[in-house]
């Protein structure tokens, strides 16, 4: 099994930053893919950011130029680096991490329990 747990997370106004960290522990295979997701009241979840071991990132458009996902692999650490945030980030992010499980043979896909994140004036 693999363990996420998620820190970071909390109240700033608009234009602030904060930077959320995702560190996993337990039975971790190469390669994987670790990533952000958030989900806002009465909203669908979402996409932020994805970034693989071998350094292959993703952002969803809306936080493209703001935002910037970064893993230590020696730690299987994932960040998420928020800037110039804005009321329409507010959500919890959750944390993700997927491999293909002991020589590619299965698929495993973990989630954190979530972090909230606020953006108000």
């Known amino acids: 099994q693999v363990q996420l747990v998620e820190s970071g997370g909390g109240l700033v106004q608009p234009g602030g930053s904060l930077r959320l960290t995702c560190a996993a522990s337990g039975v971790i295979f190469s390669p994987n893919t670790m990533g952000w997701y958030r989900q806002a009241p009465g909203k669908q979840r979402e996409m932020v950011a994805t970034a693989t071991s071998g350094g292959t990132t993703k952002y969803a458009d809306s936080v493209k130029g703001r935002f910037t996902i970064s893993r230590d692999n020696a730690k299987n650490t994932v960040y998420l680096q928020m800037n110039s945030l804005k009321p329409e980030d507010t959500a919890v992010y959750y944390c993700?991490?997927?491999?293909?499980?002991?020589?590619?043979?299965?698929?495993?896909?973990?989630w954190g329990q979530g972090t909230q994140v606020t953006v108000s004036s």
């Open positions: 993700n991490y997927i491999d293909s499980g002991a020589y590619g043979f299965g698929y495993r896909n973990y």
